[in-house]
C-alpha cells in the first residue's frame, strides 16, 4: 500500500498510477517521428492510460520544427512536445544528449523516462541514468504495472519479470517490436503545446569525449531493416557478397529489407548494418524469410518474434526449421533462382 497526499490510502499500483508523468525520448528523421519513438509512446500508454507524456526532440532546422508539429499530433496522451533547438542536438551523440534528458528530467520531476534500444537509446541511456543516479531497465519487451516489466534474458531464451525499486526516475529502453504504435488518431483539436528547452546548462559542459565525424547510409528505396513488414535474410550458405546481390533482387520484388547473420557480416559479404540478432537489429517483420541460415541462439534472439518465419537450408536437422512456419529442405540457389523467375517485379 501506499500513501498519497491529503491522507488517503491507494493500493500501489493504482496510485502509482495516478501519479505517472512520462518523458519520451524521440528519435526523428526527414520531419517526422521515427516509429520506434512511437513505440516508445504506446509503451508510455501501457504504463498508465492516463500517463501525462511529455516529447523531448532535439536539433536544428526546418526538419527538428516539422518534426515536433508531428509529435504535437501524435498521440492523445502527448501533453507537451519538449524541442532542444541547438546543433548540438543535430547528431546521436550521448554525451550532450545525457546531459539534456538530466537537465529536463531535474525541471519535469517525471516519474518514468523512455526510450527505444536503438543503437542511439541504448547509448543515451545508461549514461543518463548514471548522471542522474538510477539504473535502468533495459530492452522492456512487457509492461505489467508501472514499475513492473518483463524483459528477455539468456539471449531472449528466458524472460525475466522485474520490479523497479529505485527513486524517479524509473529509466527504461523497450523493444519496438513489442509495442505497437496506436492507430488511434488524435482528436483535431488536441494537438500538444511545443515548448522550447532551456539550453543554458549547456555553457557548464565541460568536457566531450567525442565528436561527430559523418554519416555513411545505404542509398536505398528500400525499407529500414528494424521497421520492415517482410525481412529476408541470408547467412553464410550465400558464400559470396555477389550472392548476396540475389537476395537484394528478391527483396526487390517483396519490397522487402535485407538482413544477415553475424557470420555472413563477418565474412564481409554485407555491411555490419545489416545483422540482426543478439549483437544486430532486433526485428519482427510480418514475414521472415532466412536462406542458408543454421539459427544460432544468437540470430533467433533477434528474430524469433516474426510473425511467419520462413527457412531454406540444405541440413534438416539445421536449428532454425525449430521455429519457421514454413521450411524448404533444399539448395537455396535452387529455391532463390525459382523465386526470381516466378515472382513478378513490384
Ligand atoms: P552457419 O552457422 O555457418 O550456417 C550456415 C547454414 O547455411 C548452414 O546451416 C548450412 O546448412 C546452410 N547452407 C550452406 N550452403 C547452403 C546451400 N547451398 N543451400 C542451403 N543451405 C545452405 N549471429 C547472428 O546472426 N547475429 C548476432 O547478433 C550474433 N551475435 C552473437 C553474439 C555472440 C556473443 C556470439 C558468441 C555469437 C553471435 N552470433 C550472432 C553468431 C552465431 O553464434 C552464429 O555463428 C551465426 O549466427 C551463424 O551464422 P550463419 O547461420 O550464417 O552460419
Known amino acids: 500500500r501506499g500513501r498519497a497526499g491529503g491522507g488517503a490510502r491507494y493500493f500501489a499500483g493504482e496510485s502509482l498510477r495516478r501519479l505517472v508523468s512520462t518523458l519520451v525520448v524521440a528519435e526523428h528523421e526527414g520531419g517526422l517521428v521515427k516509429p520506434s519513438s512511437l513505440s516508445a509512446l504506446a509503451a508510455a500508454e501501457a504504463i498508465a492510460k492516463e500517463n501525462k507524456v511529455s516529447l523531448l526532440l532535439g536539433g536544428s532546422g526546418p526538419t527538428l520544427h516539422k518534426a515536433a508539429q508531428h509529435a504535437a499530433s501524435s498521440h492523445p496522451l502527448v501533453n507537451e512536445v519538449l524541442v532542444a533547438?541547438?546543433?548540438?542536438?543535430?547528431?546521436?551523440?550521448?554525451?550532450?544528449?545525457?546531459?539534456?534528458?538530466r537537465s529536463v528530467q531535474q525541471k519535469g520531476g517525471y516519474s518514468h523516462v523512455i526510450a527505444s534500444s536503438t543503437s542511439?537509446?541504448?547509448?543515451?541511456?545508461?549514461?543518463?541514468?548514471?548522471?542522474?543516479?538510477v539504473s535502468p531497465v533495459t530492452d522492456v519487451t512487457a509492461i505489467s504495472e508501472p514499475r513492473v516489466f518483463v524483459r528477455p534474458i539468456y539471449a531472449g531464451n528466458a524472460l525475466c519479470t522485474v520490479r523497479y525499486t529505485g527513486e524517479n526516475p524509473c529509466m527504461m529502453s523497450i523493444r519496438s517490436t513489442?509495442?505497437?504504435?496506436?492507430?488511434?488518431?488524435?482528436p483535431e483539436t488536441k494537438v500538444a503545446p511545443i515548448t522550447q528547452v532551456d539550453l543554458s546548462f549547456l555553457n557548464e559542459v565541460s568536457s566531450r569525449k567525442s565528436s561527430w565525424v559523418n554519416l555513411t547510409s545505404q542509398d536505398t528505396e528500400r525499407p529500414d531493416l528494424a521497421n520492415a513488414c517482410v525481412v529476408v535474410t541470408g547467412g553464410r550458405g550465400l558464400k559470396s557478397a555477389e550472392n548476396f546481390k540475389l537476395l537484394e533482387q528478391l527483396a526487390e520484388?517483396?519490397?522487402?529489407?535485407?538482413?544477415?547473420?553475424?557470420a555472413a557480416v563477418d565474412a564481409g559479404y554485407v555491411p555490419n548494418e545489416l545483422q540482426v540478432g543478439q549483437t544486430g537489429k532486433i526485428v519482427a517483420p510480418e514475414l521472415y524469410i532466412a536462406f542458408g541460415v543454421s539459427g544460432a541462439i544468437q540470430h533467433l534472439a533477434g528474430m524469433r518474434d516474426s510473425k511467419v518465419i520462413v527457412a531454406v537450408n540444405k541440413d534438416a536437422d539445421a536449428p532454425i526449421f525449430q521455429v519457421a512456419d514454413y521450411g524448404i529442405v533444399g539448395d537455396l540457389f535452387q529455391v532463390l533462382g525459382e523465386l526470381l523467375r516466378k515472382m513478378p517485379d513490384k
Open 178 to 186: 513489442s509495442f505497437s504504435p496506436t492507430t488511434e488518431s488524435m
Open 85 to 101: 533547438d541547438s546543433d548540438v542536438f543535430a547528431h546521436p551523440l550521448a554525451e550532450p544528449w545525457a546531459e539534456l534528458l
Open 253 to 262: 520484388k517483396l519490397g522487402a529489407a535485407v538482413g544477415a547473420t553475424r
Open 120 to 133: 542511439f537509446g541504448k547509448n543515451l541511456l545508461p549514461r543518463a541514468a548514471a548522471l542522474l543516479d
